[in-house]
């Protein structure tokens, strides 16, 4: 049994409100009802039942991204930190599709609402800040056995240098690996939190994970290069 409430049909003072035109302006607007008043305005009050109809459904769709953004950004927190290479570039893909859904429900709701008189309804008043970005450049240095200040007399003396600066290696690249981590996880949480509405913030949030997800990589190849793991 569907536990659900039912939705709530809007009501007729909400939705003669909602189009602010009179019945000759309407009668204009849709064709002649041989003076059929009653049926004209049934035919109007049905089509704006229908918009509205329409615009919950949009709305809807941009709640629900919100929440599967959430969904997401918890599932990448976890793969990450697994290193679940695949997992984390599909999670991404499957980013890109949400955005896209609420891309074609706002241009939606714009359009619906600038039938029902009511442009700018859907125009937040204060766009998100700007999206962080993080560089390579930004992370932990990573220490090693060939710097200015390395003076070697054969490659024993080198050998037992690099098994010195072993443990400060792996701490530098853990500490790496986390920072584009907790980068890349902020990123989607922040846009997640709009529901992908701003289609300029969440183009450039998704376009900074798939950076920051480059980035990863690159740490992971890095890691596996001085550590063998």
């Known amino acids: 049994m569907d536990s659900r409430p039912p939705v709530a049909r809007p009501r007729i003072e909400d939705l003669l409100e909602a189009v602010p035109i009179t019945v000759a302006e309407l009668r204009g607007a849709v064709g002649h009802f041989d003076e059929d008043t009653a049926g004209m305005l049934r ?11 329409e615009l919950n459904a949009c709305d809807s769709v941009i709640d629900e991204a919100g929440a599967r953004g959430e969904d997401a ?36 709701l714009r359009l619906l609402n600038r039938i029902l008189g009511r442009e700018g309804a859907v125009e937040d008043d204060a766009p998100p800040a700007d999206v962080s970005r993080l560089r390579e450049t930004d992370l932990p240095g990573v220490p ?20 010195e600066l072993a443990p400060q290696l792996e701490k530098a690249h853990r500490e790496r690996l986390s920072a584009v981590a907790e ?20 183009q450039e ?11 990863w990589l690159r740490c992971l190849e890095q890691r596996q290069h001085d550590l063998g793991m």
């Open 183 to 202: 980068h890349l996880v902020t990123v989607v949480q922040r846009a997640a939190m709009t529901g992908f509405a701003d289609e300029r913030f969440a």
């Open 205 to 215: 949030s998704l376009r900074e994970a798939r950076a920051a997800h480059v980035l």
């Open 43 to 53: 035919d109007s009050i049905a089509t704006a039942e229908r918009a509205f109809a």
């Open 144 to 163: 090693s056995t060939y710097g200015d200040d390395a003076d070697y007399d054969d490659l024993l003396a080198m050998a037992n240098r690099g098994a």
């Open 73 to 108: 950004a918890g599932r990448l927190r976890q793969l990450l930190a697994r290193e679940a290479r695949e997992e984390v570039a599909a999670e991404l893909t499957a980013l890109d599709a949400i955005a896209g859904e609420v891309r074609k429900s706002v241009a939606t």
